[in-house]
């Protein structure tokens, strides 16, 4: 069973910086897309960013491209999304999902069938 784990939320001024983390267990990921997702109150589940496990293809969201960089570390099973130049409207929960053999460029939250928790970040003038 896939378990993701998300951590690095939290408050952060409107241009600054903040990391989050998604621990992934249960699986081997070497097959999976992951993906990162947010959600605003009142607002959809709206895609981010998604990267292939196995070879580190990258797929943003426009509204994030140049701002957000998604990565991960195959030593430590975790993929991270880290955010800069924040904005007010980057106000969200942001979730992490995997899906196994899914193309990168698939970015509906339906397309993945395991998620995390969420991790709060609020963005702050």
């Known amino acids: 069973q896939v378990q993701l784990v998300e951590s690095g939320g939290g408050l952060v001024q409107a241009g600054g910086s903040l990391r989050l983390s998604c621990a992934a267990s249960?699986?081997?990921?070497?097959?999976?897309?992951m993906g990162w997702f947010r959600q605003a109150p009142g607002k959809e589940r709206e895609f981010v960013a998604s990267?292939?496990?196995?070879?580190?293809?990258?797929s943003y969201a426009d509204s994030v491209k140049g701002q957000f960089t998604i990565s991960r570390d195959n030593a430590k099973n975790t993929v991270y999304l880290q955010m800069n130049s924040l904005k007010l409207e980057d106000t969200a929960v942001y979730y992490c999902?995997?899906?196994?053999?899914?193309?990168?460029?698939?970015?509906?939250?339906?397309?993945?069938?395991?998620w995390g928790q969420g991790t709060q970040v609020t963005v702050s003038s």
């Open positions: 249960g699986r081997t990921f070497s097959t999976y897309t």
């Open positions: 999902a995997a899906e196994e053999g899914l193309s990168v460029f698939r970015r509906q939250a339906g397309d993945f069938g395991s």
């Open positions: 990267i292939r496990w196995s070879s580190g293809f990258t």
